[in-house]
Structures are given as C-alpha cells and as structure tokens.
C-alpha cells in the first residue's frame, strides 16, 4: 500500500461527524495518501455524499478485546519483539494506575493491534479526537517508535483529566483544535506541562460546494411572521439528541411563544433522549407543531435548511463538562443564509456576531430564548438581513480552502492553488420548496 498516514478515528463513518469526513476528503484532493483506522464500526443506518467521495482504505481495530483475540494476541507477539516495547508498557502502567478501567485496557489492546497491522509506509498517525484514539495512536506510536499528532474538538478536550491532556501534548508532535476556546484551553495547560504553545487554531471549513448559496427566494405570498396560521413560520433545529444540546430548554422556550404566533419546528437527529424529549412536547403541548425526523444525511439536512426561516440551538455546558465547541450545523444553516438564534457557550460567538448574523442567549434561560425567537419571527426583514451577513461571513472566513491551508504543511502537503470550487452532483432545491435535485 502506497499510504503515509493512519488516521485515527473513533468511529467511521458517522452521520453526526461530517467535519471529519470533509477535512478527510480535503486532504485526499490536495494529495494527502492515508488509511481511515476506526475503534468502531458504523452504527448509523446511512452515510452522507462525501463519505462515498473518500477513497482511502478503512480498517477496523478490535471494538472489543474478548471478539479478536488472536489479533490482539499476535499483535502482543509484535510488540514484544519492538524497541518501543517498554517504553509504552510503562506509560501504559502510569496511566492504568490513574485510569484503572477497562476502557484504558482495551486501548492498549487496540494499539498493539495497530502497530502490528500497520504497513511499513506509515510514517505518521493522525487521531481525530483527544481522548480515546490519541490514547491509541499514542501507545502505537511509541511501540513503533513513529511520531502521532492530533485534532481536537470538543468533548474530547472539556472531559478528559489534565494530567492525561499535558501529558499527550508534551509527548505529540504537533496538534491543532477547532477553536479559539479550546485552542487556549489545551496551549495554558501545555504550558503547565513545560511546552509552549503546540496547539494550531484550525476552525472546521465549509465546503462551499456542497453548501451553495440558495437560489433566490421564489415563494409567492408574503414573508412568513407568525401570524398567519396557514404559513407558519418554519422554525430548525439539527443536532442529536443528547443533553449538551439542551433540546429540553428549546421546548419549554417553544412552549413560551404567545399562542397566537404560528410555528412549526423540524428536527433532525437521533439520540438516546429522544424518546423523553418527545414526551415533554407531549406534556407541554407541542407535539404537533414538531417534526422528529431522526438521523438524515446531508441532503436531506440540506433541504430542510432550504425549507426553513430560522435556525434555533440551545447548547448547554453538561454536568460532566461536556460542550460543544462550534457546532458544524450551525455554519451550514448559516451558509443557507439562516439567521440563527443560538447560547453564549463555548466558541458559538466565535462564528455568530450577535446583531449581525444571529443573536444569542445566555443558556438555561428559556424566558430569554423564546423572547429571541419572537423577536426573529415577527421580523422576517430582520432575518433576511442577518442571513445575508451569515453567508457573507462563511464566504470569509470558514470556507474549507482557506482552513485546510494551514493543515496541509503539518502533512507534508504543498499549499493549495487557488481553483474555483465546482458544485457537488446534488443541491438542495429553493428555499421554501424543500426539493432535492437528482
């Protein structure tokens, strides 16, 4: 095999991490030769279009150890034969004694898989996500005595011990995160750990492409308001269903509006608070103004983004300290010239200039969501302002040429030549027609 990098995933692919797959597939275009290498296999009933774009070779590690024990028994054969043997085992060793679960067991069992099966082409391992597969890619780099670097997102920065972050930052050769809130996060610990600043603000580009500006507006009637029962305002909201994303607050703020303002709501995601959630609309009222739509792919999110008037997301900071960093959604209902009503959390206001291409609130706060959300759909002139500076401000500053550049060095890849992006085969048809082209 002709590949240089393994890039290191938890799970692939997955409906719920389009970033990933479209960075992947930036780097394939601009000559970058990799294998996908996933901790999981695929759960999720469908795939988007840019997954079936990427070309490079996926394999599958052991999800779990007592299912391949052959492999993880040659790949212990393997190792014991490394130089790089006892240097993982012992970091292995201090992390088990600050970690002692079965979790931490299984990925060193991954990773003696991983630095047996790899080909001897691999000169780098990339892990997409701080904690678990940089554990693995960590414990493989050090058995095969490779380098390994890192992207970080969310999750995987805000709950992970900061023993284990310094550590992985001190020992990686490079990292980068997709926020200014992140990035200063992990660069203030690094510093605590004796490295100074290894972590590049990288934000997750856009594919304009495949998120083109919508075609002109060609609804006959007026803009919708809230006051006509027969055109109510189409409200959106794309995210799974899990608590960080507050879909609890959303409702009790739906069930706020005044009842003379008319709305519906589509959703699109899946997740295990799903069933509790369509209970509480039930409770407050609302279950038919609210189309559950579970997982789709990307078109189909695309159009319901087409089909809409407003973007609405309720982030919250979970108990465990899980959060969001910028969710993707929110810059493809931007990119569809959504105004979007979203919390002051994390890296949000780091892509929604309140005012300007949105407003946010404080989260928890239902009252002051739901006063956000009159005041966009009583103002469909307000909202068509702000979605022209949303998609404006996509344009500039989170179309993918321009944050995949400064990636493309830390792979050895030269810097892009400006090209005009051509469309992807499908498009989402006008907004307000919810058509999907062939």
């Not at 929604?352 to 706060?365: H, S, Y």
């Not at 006063?371 to 966009?376: I, R, S």
Request: aromatic share 8%.
């Amino acid at each position: 095999m002709d590949a240089e990098w393994a890039i290191i995933l938890k799970g692939y692919p997955r409906l719920s991490e389009t970033f990933i797959a479209e960075e992947l597939a930036a780097l394939e275009r601009a000559g970058l030769r990799y294998q996908i290498w996933s901790l999981r296999h695929p759960t999720d009933p469908a795939v988007h279009p840019v997954h079936r774009e990427i070309r490079a070779p996926v394999f599958y590690l052991p999800e779990y150890l007592h299912d391949a024990p052959w492999r993880v028994l040659r790949g212990l054969g393997a190792a014991l034969r490394r130089p790089g043997f006892p240097r993982a085992l012992r970091q292995w060793g201090r992390d088990f004694r600050r970690d002692p679960t079965r979790n931490r067991i299984r990925r060193f069992g991954q990773a003696l898989v991983l630095a047996r099966e790899l080909p001897p082409c691999i000169t780098g391992l990339h892990a997409h996500f701080l904690h678990t597969p940089a554990s693995v890619a960590r414990y493989a780099a050090l058995l095969r005595g490779a380098s390994w670097s890192f992207s970080a997102h969310a999750k995987d920065i805000w709950t992970s011990p900061e023993w284990e972050l310094g550590e992985k930052l001190a020992d990686c050769a490079w990292g980068v995160s997709c926020t200014d809130t992140g990035t200063d996060y992990l660069n203030g610990i690094a510093a605590r750990f004796g490295r100074a600043a290894p972590v590049l603000r990288l934000y997750h580009g856009l594919p304009l492409a495949r998120f083109p500006a919508p075609p002109p507006d060609v609804a006959t009637g007026p803009a919708r308001d809230g006051r006509d029962r027969a055109q109510p305002v189409r409200l959106v909201s794309v995210g799974r269903l899990v608590d960080k994303k507050g879909y609890d607050i959303l409702l009790r703020a739906l069930a706020l509006l005044p009842h003379d303002c008319h709305w519906q709501l589509t959703h699109i995601g899946a997740g295990p608070l799903a069933g509790q959630l369509r209970d509480q609309a039930g409770e407050l009222g609302l279950a038919d103004r609210i189309d559950w739509r579970g997982a789709c792919d990307q078109a189909d999110v695309l159009a319901a983004l087409r089909a809409s008037d407003l973007f609405v997301l309720a982030c919250r900071v979970s108990a465990d300290g899980d959060r969001d960093g910028i969710p993707n959604v929110l810059m493809e209902a931007q990119s569809q010239k959504l105004a979007c009503v979203a919390t002051r959390i994390s890296a949000i206001p780091e892509l929604i200039r309140e005012g300007e291409t949105g407003i946010l609130v404080a989260p928890e706060d239902a009252a002051a969501l739901a006063q956000a959300m009159g005041q966009l759909i009583a103002s469909p002139d307000r909202r068509a302002a702000m979605g022209d500076a949303a998609r404006a401000r996509i344009e500039m500053d989170f179309a993918m040429h321009a944050c995949i550049a400064p990636l493309l060095p830390r792979f050895g890849l030269a810097p892009p030549q400006p090209v005009g992006e051509k469309t992807v085969k499908y498009a989402a048809g006008p907004r307000g027609s919810g058509a999907v082209a062939d």
